[in-house]
């Protein structure tokens, strides 16, 4: 899944801890209260930008609230670099999942949004984590 962001900043989808930030601040991974695991990459090739263009606003260990600013980037700058700002979401532990469902119904997403459901192989509950533009 990927989103195509209209504002230069990246917002906490749920409630839980920041994994890692990487040294290039172009990527974070988050893990969720109930679990789930995310890996959010600011643009692609991105890393290439060396930090340039990115500020962070956590650090690995931290707790993050649903809708809270974890990073702040220049949309613009980094186009004008020649990078594409589009920023894929992956479940970095799927795995531990029998079903990722994805919201195909949405064209365009705002704050707070679900984009994605998970289905814990052992319980029939369903987990969300919405996801900001």
């Known amino acids: 899944m990927a989103v195509v ?5 990246v917002t906490a989808p749920f409630d839980g801890t920041v994994v890692s930030v990487f040294p290039t601040k172009h990527a974070l991974g988050l893990r969720s209260n109930s679990g789930i695991e995310l890996l ?5 090739d991105t890393v290439n930008l060396k930090g340039q263009h990115f500020d962070s606003l ?6 993050i609230t649903l809708g809270q600013t ?8 980094i186009e004008n670099e020649g990078y594409d700002v589009t920023v894929p979401i992956v479940v970095t532990n799927s795995n531990e999942y029998s079903d990722v469902i994805l ?6 997403v705002t704050a707070g949004d679900e984009l994605f459901s ?5 319980k029939s509950e369903k987990h969300s984590a919405a996801v900001q533009a």
Not at 40 to 44: K, R
Not at 118 to 122: D, I, N, R
């Open 103 to 108: 919201d195909d119904n949405q064209r365009s």
């Open 118 to 122: 998970v289905v814990p192989q052992t």
């Open 40 to 44: 959010i990459h600011i643009g692609l």
């Open 58 to 63: 956590v650090k690995g260990g931290d707790i």
């Open 70 to 77: 974890l990073e702040k980037f220049d949309i613009q700058a």
């Open 5 to 9: 962001p209209s504002e230069g900043k």
